[in-house]
């Protein structure tokens, strides 16, 4: 519900507690429901006899402060989204339930004297007991948590008979925390900064004590992390707090690694893989102060800061920062609204700004600070575009890139092959009636997959088994037509059957430890081949690769969405980014049917600068954004016609005089039809954001009140980036 609702305070309640941010449980319909306190007043526009009196309130003080609280009263409104939702779908489980606002004490345990003087021999036939008591003594102690992690998986049962044969003991932890005002820097010394470097940090440290944006646009492997450090440290001299945003692929090992050997602090990690617990504890941390420094992806934007100095956004161009369903709100542009709102620095920071960004530092809006070298001994890749016409190819490979894979690895370096589509084949195909296997709930064939094999669709995620036959012919010749990665990395297997290989994109990196294991072999250092999606071209630090071969590069030139070119060079300079960061030159080459379209040209030979600032311009002259507003509004129902109608009757509905907008549509998204739904969008566009939030503001009551309402799902994108 769009709306909130009003409520008597509790009987005897503690006026002072009457805040924003604290929660109340309320009588709701016959449920008694958690809310949260968005504001107070001594007035309601609901007869008095009407309001119902809260049962009581659950906190003393705020769990979310004012200032955290406007900010999602403000997103909510920006981004046309309730409130309620906005806060349910970002608030920790435990504090949405009611729970107390507060760490549970995690029991630890230590071994007894006897425990410890155990001959080990004698609990051989119980391995797991010895385990753990072997891993507690050897840790010291061990909380349970910690225990559950290293022996992956139950230990209570195990734990109960310990301590009942006298081998263990249960001790209550205090709270530990690592922050010690004296002693910033822990292993990892700061590194010397090189001129280009101490510039673009004395520009920062020039604006540290109050609001100001920095875009830091530094080549991969110019330095930018270690200028984040430095920034952060200063914060931490002054005693406050760093929150920074990561997207949600590039929170490896690594990235942490290197915060955690640099800062004798503590440091609150957000990201999917926590538990509700863990979750719960770094967002309580971070709000009481605890942690001085917050890593998390997206969402971490909603985290409670005690003493708020910074905020960094690293890889700003990311499309990750978008959430792309439900509260659709960019964290990026929040980043940026919440540390005006704080009057704190932030800073964003990536080899390839969004054009948005590029385009308001370019106007003076942001501090421009540019980093044009690679940090440290390492050197530019070189670019080298190969032109597949009239070219055999192996698979997707031409003979000239077999020739240079091979040198490289002659030369006992290693490779990276790029390919942005994983499975086996996208496409499976009759040969004698030129049937396509495809989705019954999308528009979209199937791919087909070979481990396990299974064809699946990569809109609705439905699966099927492998097809045998053609299902109108009955024919058994089919055949698996383009490339995927399952597929690229066979054939690189067949042609360097001597040089092991590994593939990483979401379906082989499914656990963790997967993904975990082959960075590790990686980082060993010996010849190898990488094959991978996107997936590669973020965070990693892969200092042996020299080459990096991107397969196919003409997707992206020809992409329907405006947004088209910009995410295709995003990508391929990002992925080229992964050549030579050690002391070997890297060497970057892109097969393409196009070698000489001007924006692959410009791209390869003058770089993102000069091929953004060329977008930029092709986006003024079409007056979209960055220099105009859009929202984006879909209907999706089980009948074409039922969008459709929805749509037109609330334009047809809507009086509005605004000169600058423009409505396009009602018409079919490009996907039409997805998880078995008829989808039909309207592009709205403006010269003003106030002039959409305007007509939002117009639209949305009708479509709440639509008389077809129950039959369609409607959504509101402010500053859509995806538009299938
Ligand atoms: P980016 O974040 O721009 O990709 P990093 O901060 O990760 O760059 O730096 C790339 C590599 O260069 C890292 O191995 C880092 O340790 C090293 N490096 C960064 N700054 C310096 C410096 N001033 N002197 C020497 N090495 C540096
Ligand atoms: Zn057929
Ligand atoms: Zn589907």
């Given at each position: 519900m769009r709306r909130t609702f009003d409520y008597r305070p509790p009987a005897n309640c503690a006026?002072?507690?009457?805040?924003?941010?604290?929660?109340?449980?309320?009588?709701?319909?016959?449920?008694?429901?958690?809310?949260?306190?968005?504001?107070?007043?001594?007035?309601?526009?609901?007869?008095?006899?009407k309001i119902k009196v809260a049962d009581k309130l659950i906190d003393h003080t705020p769990v979310i402060d004012e200032q955290l609280m406007s900010l999602y009263l403000w997103a909510a409104d920006y981004y046309q989204f309730p409130v309620g939702q906005a806060l349910q779908t970002s608030l920790p489980a435990q504090i949405r339930k009611g729970k107390p606002a507060q760490e549970k004490q995690m029991p630890s345990w230590q071994a007894s004297t006897t425990g410890e003087s155990l001959d080990q021999s004698t609990l051989k036939n119980a391995p797991r007991q010895l385990q753990v008591l072997s891993l507690i003594i050897a840790?010291?102690?061990?909380?349970?948590?910690?225990?559950?992690?290293?022996?992956?998986?139950?230990?209570?049962?195990?734990?109960?008979?310990?301590?009942?044969?006298?081998?263990?003991?249960?001790?209550?932890?205090?709270?530990?925390?690592?922050?010690?005002?004296?002693?910033?820097?822990?292993?990892?010394?700061?590194?010397?900064?090189?001129?280009?470097?101490?510039?673009?940090?004395?520009?920062?440290?020039?604006?540290?004590?109050?609001?100001?944006?920095?875009?830091?646009?530094?080549?991969?492997?110019s330095g930018k992390t270690e200028i984040y450090l430095q920034a952060i440290a200063d914060v931490l001299e002054k005693g406050l707090q760093a929150l920074v945003l990561v997207p949600e692929i590039s929170l490896t090992p690594q990235t942490l690694r290197r915060f955690e050997s640099r800062f004798n602090r503590e440091i609150a990690v957000f990201h999917s893989g926590l538990t509700g617990t863990q979750r719960l504890s770094a967002w309580l941390r971070a709000g009481n102060g605890k942690a001085d420094i917050i890593i998390g992806t997206r969402s971490a934007i909603f985290t409670p800061l005690a003493r708020p100095g910074l905020i960094i956004v690293d890889e700003e161009h990311d499309a990750s920062y978008k959430q792309q369903d439900g509260f659709?709100?960019?964290?990026?542009?929040?980043?940026?609204?919440?540390?005006?709102?704080?009057?704190?620095?932030?800073?964003?920071?990536?080899?390839?700004?969004?054009?948005?960004?590029?385009?308001?530092?370019?106007?003076?809006?942001?501090?421009?600070?540019?980093?044009?070298?690679?940090?440290?001994?390492?050197?530019?890749?070189?670019?080298?575009?190969?032109?597949?016409?009239?070219?055999?190819?192996?698979?997707?490979?031409?003979?000239?890139?077999?020739?240079?894979?091979?040198?490289?690895?002659?030369?006992?370096?290693?490779?990276?092959?790029?390919?942005n589509r994983?499975?086996?084949?996208?496409?499976?195909?009759?040969?004698?009636?030129?049937?396509?296997?495809?989705?019954?709930?999308?528009?979209?064939?199937?791919?087909?997959?070979?481990?396990?094999?299974?064809?699946?669709?990569?809109?609705?995620?439905?699966?099927?088994?492998?097809?045998?036959?053609?299902?109108?012919?009955?024919?058994?010749?089919?055949?698996?037509?383009?490339?995927?990665?399952?597929?690229?990395?066979?054939?690189?297997?067949?042609?360097?059957?001597?040089?092991?290989?590994?593939?990483?994109?979401?379906?082989?990196?499914?656990?963790?430890?997967?993904?975990?294991?082959?960075?590790?072999?990686?980082?060993?250092?010996?010849?190898?081949?990488?094959?991978?999606?996107?997936?590669?071209?973020?965070?990693?630090?892969?200092?042996?690769?020299?080459?990096?071969?991107?397969?196919?590069?003409?997707?992206?030139?020809f992409s329907a969405d405006f947004r088209g070119q910009e995410q295709m060079g995003q990508l391929l300079i990002q992925v080229a980014g992964r050549a030579g960061r050690g002391e070997t030159q890297g060497e970057v080459v892109i097969q393409t049917y196009n070698s000489t379209h001007p924006t692959l040209q410009a791209l390869v030979r003058h770089g993102y600068g000069p091929f953004a600032r060329k977008l930029l311009e092709e986006r003024q002259l079409g007056k979209l954004p960055p220099f105009s507003y859009m929202a984006l509004i879909r209907a999706e129902a089980s009948t074409q016609s039922l969008p459709f109608n929805f749509l037109q009757d609330v334009i047809n509905a809507v009086q509005h005089n605004f000169s600058d907008l423009?409505?396009?549509?009602?018409?079919?998204?490009?996907?039409?039809?997805?998880?078995?739904?008829?989808?039909?969008?309207?592009?709205?566009e403006a010269d003003k954001r106030s002039t959409i939030q305007k007509y939002l503001t117009l639209l949305i009551p009708l479509m709440e009140n639509h008389p077809e309402k129950r039959k369609i799902r409607w959504s509101v994108d402010v500053d859509p980036l995806d538009f299938t």
């Open positions: 006026v002072e507690s009457l805040k924003p941010g604290v929660r109340v449980q309320v009588p709701f319909g016959n449920r008694r429901m958690i809310g949260i306190i968005t504001g107070c007043s001594n007035k309601s526009d609901f007869p008095a006899g840790q010291k102690k061990m909380t349970v948590a910690a225990l559950k992690e290293s022996v992956n998986g139950e230990v209570s049962a195990c734990l109960k008979t310990l301590a009942d044969k006298g081998l263990i003991e249960e001790i209550s932890t205090p709270d530990s925390t690592k922050n010690n005002p004296d002693e910033i820097y822990g292993d990892d010394a700061p590194l010397q900064l090189n001129t280009q470097q101490q510039s673009a940090l004395s520009a920062i440290r020039e604006n540290i004590e109050h609001y100001s944006v920095s875009l830091l646009e530094g080549v991969t492997g659709r709100y960019s964290g990026r542009d929040l980043a940026i609204y919440r540390a005006r709102q704080l009057d704190i620095p932030v800073i964003l920071g990536t080899a390839t700004p969004s054009l948005e960004s590029l385009n308001n530092a370019l106007a003076g809006r942001f501090h421009y600070l540019q980093l044009t070298e690679r940090a440290g001994e390492a050197s530019h890749p070189e670019y080298r575009l190969l032109d597949l016409k009239g070219q055999e190819l192996t698979d997707g490979f031409s003979n000239s890139l077999i020739d240079m894979i091979r040198s490289h690895l002659k030369s006992k370096n290693q490779v990276l092959i790029f390919l994983r499975g086996f084949a996208p496409i499976l195909l009759c040969r004698d009636c030129g049937w396509i296997a495809t989705c019954t709930r999308c528009d979209s064939s199937y791919t087909l997959h070979r481990k396990p094999p299974r064809l699946s669709c990569h809109h609705c995620e439905s699966q099927k088994p492998l097809a045998q036959k053609c299902a109108e012919c009955s024919s058994t010749d089919l055949a698996a037509m383009g490339l995927g990665t399952e597929k690229t990395e066979q054939t690189v297997r067949a042609l360097f059957p001597d040089t092991p290989v590994h593939r990483i994109d979401r379906d082989s990196t499914r656990n963790r430890e997967t993904l975990h294991d082959i960075i590790e072999k990686v980082d060993s250092g010996d010849p190898c081949i990488l094959v991978g999606t996107q997936m590669l071209s973020k965070g990693h630090h892969f200092p042996n690769v020299t080459l990096v071969a991107v397969l196919d590069a003409d997707g992206g030139l423009s409505i396009i549509g009602p018409m079919p998204s490009p996907m039409e039809k997805r998880a078995g739904l008829f989808r039909m969008q309207l592009i709205i």
